[in-house]
C-alpha cells in the first residue's frame, strides 16, 4: 500500500498553492484507489517552534533516556515516522517575504534531527523517498529575472531536502500570482503570470502520472 504524505502551508484556503496540491493528490488518489493520504494543514494547525526538551532528548543527547518521553519528543518523533514512512512527500507552499512560511520551517525542525533523518558523522541524510514541491508566488523570481536572488524559498527547501537524503524532488512554481485575475495592474505580467500558471498545471497533471 501506497502513502501520500500531503502538507500545506498557505494562509488562505482557496490559495493556488493548495488548489495545484489538491489537483497533484487527487490524480494520485486516482492511481492508487487502496493508499494513504497523511495530510497536514500548517495554517489550520501549526506546529509550536521546537523547545529545549527537544533538543535536550534528539539533538544533544543530554536528557535522561529513564521514564516516558515527554509529548513534544513524541510529537517529533510521530513526524519523522510519518515523513520516513511515506513513499511521496507532496509539499505545497507559497512565498512569504522571499522564503517559506515559518510554519513550514517549523515542521522542517520537527522533523530535522540527528539519527534520524540524517548522520552527522557520516554526512548523509537517511531519509530516501521522493517529493514533489509545488511553490507560488507573488513576483517573479524565476532564473534570470530582477528578483532571482531574493528567491531563499526554492533553494532553502532544495538543500535542507538533500541534507536529509531527500534527493529526488521536482519543484513546481506558479509566478507573478498577484498579477492575475481580473483587477490585474498589467497586462504584460498578467499574460506572464496566467502562462505561468498553465505550465504548473500541465507540469502537475504529467508529474502526477506514475508517482
Do not use: C
Not at 22 to 41: I, L, M, N, S
Not at 62 to 86: N, Y
Amino acid at each position: 500500500m501506497s502513502t501520500l504524505l500531503h502538507i500545506d502551508a498557505s494562509l488562505r484556503p482557496d490559495s493556488l498553492s493548495r488548489r495545484l496540491s489538491g489537483r497533484f493528490a487527487e490524480h494520485w488518489r486516482d492511481q492508487h484507489p487502496g493508499g494513504t493520504v497523511t495530510r497536514h494543514d500548517l495554517a489550520a494547525d501549526p506546529l509550536p517552534h521546537v523547545n529545549l526538551t527537544q533538543a535536550e532528548h534528539l539533538m544533544y543527547r543530554t536528557a535522561s533516556s529513564d521514564g516516558e518521553q515527554p509529548e513534544e519528543v513524541r510529537r517529533s518523533l510521530r513526524l519523522v515516522d510519518e515523513l520516513r514512512g511515506a513513499d511521496l512527500l507532496l509539499l505545497g507552499t507559497p512565498m512569504y517575504n522571499f522564503t517559506i512560511p515559518s510554519t513550514v520551517k517549523a515542521w522542517i525542525d520537527h522533523i530535522a534531527w540527528p539519527g534520524h533523518t540524517f548522520d552527522p558523522v557520516e554526512g548523509r541524510g537517511l531519509v530516501d523517498l521522493p517529493a514533489v514541491v509545488i511553490l507560488s508566488r507573488g513576483g517573479g523570481y524565476g532564473p534570470g529575472s530582477p528578483r532571482a536572488d531574493f528567491n531563499f524559498q526554492e533553494p532553502y527547501l532544495r538543500k535542507v531536502f538533500e541534507f536529509i537524503g531527500i534527493t529526488d524532488v521536482e519543484f513546481i512554481a506558479a509566478e507573478l500570482t498577484m498579477f492575475t485575475g481580473e483587477n490585474s495592474p498589467d497586462e504584460q505580467l498578467k499574460s506572464l503570470g496566467e502562462r505561468s500558471l498553465e505550465e504548473a498545471i500541465e507540469r502537475v497533471d504529467k508529474l502526477a502520472v506514475g508517482r
